[in-house]
C-alpha cells in the first residue's frame, strides 16, 4: 500500500497544482535560510526559524484539507489552513517540548557520570529523538483527517504507526530515498554551475582540503555562487516538501478511508485479531 500512496502522491501533485503552494513557500524560506546568515547576519537567523514554524502548520492544513476534501483549490486551500492551524500547532509544540525535556532529563544525570559518559550516551540521546519522530510522525494527519484534539492525535499518530508498521517503515525508506535522490541531482547541479569557480579545490592535495572553512567556500564562489547554491537548494525544499505533505497525506487516506477510525482491539499469543 505504500507503493500505491507513493503512485497517489505524484497523481496529485501532477493533477492539482495547488498543492505545489507549501513547496513555493517552504523553497522561498530556503532561499532565505542561505542568504539572511551571509547578508543580514546570525541575528537574523532565529526569527526566520520562528517564523518557519509558524508557517508550516498553515500550509500541511492547507495541504491536508484540500486533500481530505477533494476540493483542490487556492480558496479551499487557504481555508483549510486557518481551519486546522491550531489542530497542527499545538501538538507540534507539545512534541518540541516533550523531546526538549526527555533529552534534558537524560542529559543531566549524564552530565554527573562526567564527559566520557555523555559522549558515550549520545547515539541514546539521538536513538530517544528518533523514536519520538517515528511513532509521533502522523500527528498532524490525523489532526486534519479525524479532526481530533491535540493530546488524542498524539496518540492516535502513535497507534496508526503501530498497527501499520510495516507500511509505514517502507513509508519512511521512500522519503529516505527520495530525498537521497534530489540531494545527489542536486549536488551534481551545483558542481556544474560553478565548476569553474570550485576548479581550486581540485589543485589542493589531502591536508589543504582539510583546513578549507565554510567561509572559504563563500569566498571562493562569489556572490554569484551563493544565489546559485540558494536557487538549487530552494528548489529541492520546494520539490521535496510538496512531495513529503503529498505523500503523507495520501499514505494516510489509503490506511484510513475518509478519516474513518481503524477498528480497536489486539491480537492474540496466536496472531489472531480481536476487535474490542
Known amino acids: 500500500m505504500s507503493l500505491n500512496s507513493l503512485k497517489g502522491a505524484t497523481g496529485l501533485l501532477r493533477q492539482h497544482s495547488v498543492l505545489w503552494l507549501i513547496g513555493l513557500v517552504m523553497g522561498a ?42 476540493a483542490f483549490s487556492i480558496g479551499e486551500f487557504v481555508q483549510s489552513g486557518k481551519t486546522y492551524y491550531f489542530r497542527i500547532l499545538l501538538p507540534t509544540m507539545i512534541i518540541f517540548f516533550a523531546a526538549v525535556l526527555t533529552v534534558f532529563l537524560l542529559a543531566v544525570p549524564l552530565a554527573l557520570l562526567g564527559a566520557g559518559a555523555a559522549a558515550g550516551m549520545t547515539p541514546l540521546l539521538f536513538g530517544v529523538l528518533v ?42 525508506l521512500a522519503n529516505i530515498v527520495v530525498a537521497i535522490v534530489l540531494g545527489l541531482a542536486a549536488l551534481f547541479a551545483w558542481t556544474a554551475l560553478l565548476v569553474g569557480k570550485l576548479e581550486p579545490l581540485t589543485l589542493m592535495n589531502q591536508t589543504e582540503l582539510q583546513t578549507v572553512m565554510p567561509e572559504d567556500i563563500l569566498a571562493l564562489i562569489g556572490t554569484e555562487g551563493i544565489w546559485i547554491t540558494a536557487a538549487v537548494y ?11 505533505y503529498a505523500y503523507k497525506a495520501s499514505f494516510f487516506r489509503n490506511h484510513v478511508a475518509d478519516g474513518a477510525r481503524m477498528p480497536q482491539g489486539e491480537y492474540d499469543e496466536k496472531g489472531r485479531w480481536y476487535k474490542y
Open 234 to 244: 530552494a528548489v529541492v525544499i520546494a520539490v521535496y516538501s510538496a512531495f513529503l
Open 29 to 70: 524560506l530556503a532561499v532565505l535560510d542561505i542568504l539572511v546568515p551571509v547578508y543580514g547576519g546570525a541575528f537574523y537567523s532565529e526569527p526566520l526559524a520562528l517564523l518557519q514554524v509558524l508557517v508550516v502548520p498553515f500550509l500541511a492544513g492547507g495541504v491536508y484539507g484540500t486533500v481530505k476534501g477533494e
Open 131 to 172: 523514536s519520538i519522530v517515528f511513532f509521533t510522525f502522523f500527528y498532524d494527519t490525523v489532526a486534519v483527517f479525524e479532526e481530533t484534539t491535540v493530546f488524542e492525535s498524539i496518540r492516535r499518530s502513535i497507534e496508526f504507526v503501530m498497527n501499520n508498521l510495516g507500511s509505514v517503515l517502507v513509508f519512511y
